[in-house]
């Protein structure tokens, strides 16, 4: 890396410095290597103006781009400076190739990201990956690789503006941008209309100030520029009146509720990774923010996602918008994603209050998270018909959250309430759980008879009597379904299997299946449970399992 600039010492003064990093990425199916130049302690009256120059040294391809940096947009990512092709081994193992033609092309046309067949080049550098619920990429060297990326980076800064007033920030050429400025590749598939965005920006068809919001829309996505919530939740609203709706989905972590929810990786057996209990427990959040919600997204649509942050920024909390259609009729539902180092279980807490017209829709949700088990759901927040958006104001929502580590056990001896808005209490053994009748009619076979046949005479009580039912199995159940992902005790998976089979509810036997799966535990009779309860994903995974026992040994990788 070369520094060559006559303001060099008034920057090592102000002890602005600079950190490259390099990161795996996968977006869009593509799988590249993404590029990160930081640049720290930047005073707030201050902007930068940059040169960033990249040379491959195996094959001579240079480019060269201008950049501004300020403390807020003090990060400028090179996307995709290298893409990779993608190649499934028969042990099931991904193994993606990085060519060394590949790393700093100017333009992706052409380029192929899958293959039947591992490709090997005279120079090449093979990885395997996995991409994680949320988002990242794990990726680990192969033994056989003794080839990298070469390359040269020049960084010029060659003016420094000292300034009262806010600069004002338009697009520069950004990398594999082609005739725009922004790589449409990167845009189109989360924003349909970008391209129509961006050349009314170039007309000067919009005004000045939403000119430069929008360069700032565009910035926190690609680049990653760190901005407050404040800021972020400004920006969320020019997002979407441009009809960027996912635009929430790139900033920071990822992890929307509905896809880590449906991952199969996202329950297991086993005790939680917990700290001693501790009156005094860390907070990690403890929040309060009021959030407009003006986009309720229809059932196939993507959720409207807000975000917050810890301190840090090692944490967040993804909390996604949308709708649930349960025995033909709409619901407002909400889950959160706690996301980041989860290196402990946390006590995690959702108070949401939402006023429509003269009174208050009040809703709360607790439950103890970890790496695992880290949803919490609120599936039937209130009816979509009580609800409008006509007006243009949208939903104003009045968010607490409180994230605390060390969590003490806090279920109730004697009552529970399920999140959301209930309407029957299930009693077993002098206890009871309030639950709505839609939510668990839609999943369970036999709920939905008991609730709904006039034929039975439960379909008209208030409190139903579960003589059968033991009251923690039945808790246990109710947590795997209302949050979708869990992390099952040794003694109590195969009872809430047993349960959920004998209530038909397919939902819950797909995340103890999952659990099954990812459970390393030799004692777990997997063969057997998947014979006994008709499990098709386990035993398509041990027979898969025995597959791959019987393949001829692969070179070692590098874990």
Request: a negative charge; one cysteine or more.
């Given at each position: 890396m070369i520094y060559n600039s006559p303001v060099d010492n008034i920057l090592k003064r102000l002890?602005?410095?600079?950190?490259?990093?390099?990161?795996?990425?996968?977006?869009?199916?593509?799988?590249?290597?993404?590029?990160?130049?930081?640049?720290?302690?930047?005073?707030?009256?201050?902007?930068?103006?940059?040169?960033?120059?990249?040379?491959?040294?195996?094959?001579?391809?240079?480019?060269?781009?201008?950049?501004?940096?300020?403390?807020?947009?003090?990060?400028?990512?090179?996307?995709?400076?290298?893409?990779?092709?993608?190649?499934?081994?028969?042990?099931?193992?991904?193994?993606?190739?990085?060519?060394?033609?590949?790393?700093?092309?100017?333009?992706?046309?052409?380029?192929?990201?899958?293959?039947?067949?591992?490709?090997?080049?005279?120079?090449?550098?093979?990885?395997?990956?996995?991409?994680?619920?949320?988002?990242?990429?794990?990726?680990?060297?192969?033994?056989?690789?003794?080839?990298?990326?070469?390359?040269?980076?020049?960084?010029?800064?060659?003016?420094?503006?000292?300034?009262s007033a806010p600069i004002t920030h338009f697009l520069a050429k950004w990398p594999k941008s082609g005739e725009l400025a922004v790589q449409a590749e990167f845009f189109e598939p989360v924003w349909p209309q970008f391209k129509q965005v961006l050349l009314s920006m170039d007309r000067g068809e919009v005004s000045r100030e939403t000119r430069e919001k929008l360069t700032d829309v565009l910035g926190v996505y690609y680049h990653q520029w760190p901005f407050q919530e404040k800021k972020l939740l400004e920006l969320q609203e020019v997002a979407l009146r441009f009809g960027f709706y996912r635009f929430m989905e790139g900033v920071g972590i990822g992890g929307d509720f509905l896809r880590v929810t449906a991952s199969m990786r996202t329950a297991d057996i086993g005790s939680e990774r917990r700290k001693k209990s501790s009156e005094n427990s860390r907070v990690i959040f403890n929040r309060k923010a009021t959030w407009i919600v003006r986009r309720l997204p229809e059932i196939t649509e993507p959720s409207t996602i807000f975000k917050a942050f810890d301190?840090?920024?090692?944490?967040?909390?993804?909390?996604?918008?949308?709708?649930?259609?349960?025995?033909g009729k709409q619901f407002l539902s909400i889950g959160a994603v706690l996301v980041g180092l989860l290196d402990t279980s946390y006590d995690c807490s959702l108070h949401i209050t939402l006023k429509i017209g003269g009174k208050s829709v009040v809703r709360v949700a607790r439950r103890r998270l970890n790496h695992v088990q880290n949803t919490l759901g609120i599936p039937v927040f209130c009816a979509m018909e009580e609800l409008s958006m006509e007006d243009g104001r949208g939903l104003e929502f009045e968010v607490k959250m409180l994230v605390r580590e060390d969590v003490n056990d806090h279920l109730p001896g004697f009552y529970h309430e399920m999140p959301g808005m209930n309407d029957v209490m299930l009693r077993m053994e002098g206890k009871g759980i309030a639950v709505n009748k839609y939510y668990l009619g839609h999943h369970a076979e036999f709920f939905r008879t008991m609730f709904f046949n006039e034929n039975f005479g439960e379909h008209k009580k208030e409190i139903i009597d579960?003589?059968?039912?033991?009251?923690?199995?039945?808790?246990?159940?109710?947590?795997?379904?209302?949050?979708?992902?869990?992390?099952?005790?040794?003694?109590?998976?195969?009872?809430?299997?047993?349960?959920?089979?004998?209530?038909?509810?397919?939902?819950?036997?797909?995340?103890?299946?999952?659990?099954?799966?990812?459970?390393?535990?030799?004692?777990?009779?997997?063969?057997?449970?998947?014979?006994?309860?008709?499990?098709?994903?386990l035993s398509e995974h041990l027979k898969e399992l025995e597959r791959i026992r019987n393949l001829p040994l692969e070179p070692p990788v590098i874990s």
């Open positions: 002890s602005v410095h600079e950190d490259v990093s390099f990161a795996f990425s996968e977006r869009h199916g593509v799988p590249a290597v993404d590029f990160k130049l930081e640049c720290q302690n930047i005073p707030h009256d201050v902007s930068v103006t940059t040169g960033i120059s990249f040379r491959n040294c195996i094959t001579g391809r240079k480019e060269r781009f201008f950049f501004v940096f300020d403390a807020q947009r003090n990060t400028y990512c090179y996307r995709r400076i290298a893409t990779g092709i993608r190649h499934v081994r028969e042990d099931g193992v991904t193994i993606v190739s990085f060519p060394i033609d590949r790393f700093l092309k100017a333009e992706e046309e052409g380029e192929v990201f899958e293959s039947v067949e591992q490709k090997k080049w005279p120079l090449y550098v093979p990885f395997t990956w996995k991409v994680l619920e949320n988002g990242e990429v794990e990726a680990g060297a192969m033994k056989r690789c003794f080839y990298g990326h070469e390359f040269r980076l020049t960084i010029r800064y060659l003016l420094i503006i000292d300034h301190e840090q920024r090692e944490r967040q909390l993804n909390v996604s918008f949308y709708r649930s259609k349960l025995r579960l003589k059968s039912a033991d009251y923690e199995e039945t808790l246990q159940f109710l947590d795997a379904l209302y949050h979708g992902t869990k992390v099952f005790e040794d003694s109590s998976y195969s009872k809430v299997l047993r349960k959920a089979d004998e209530w038909i509810c397919d939902n819950v036997v797909g995340i103890v299946e999952k659990a099954i799966i990812n459970c390393a535990n030799p004692t777990i009779e997997k063969e057997r449970l998947a014979s006994e309860f008709a499990l098709p994903k």
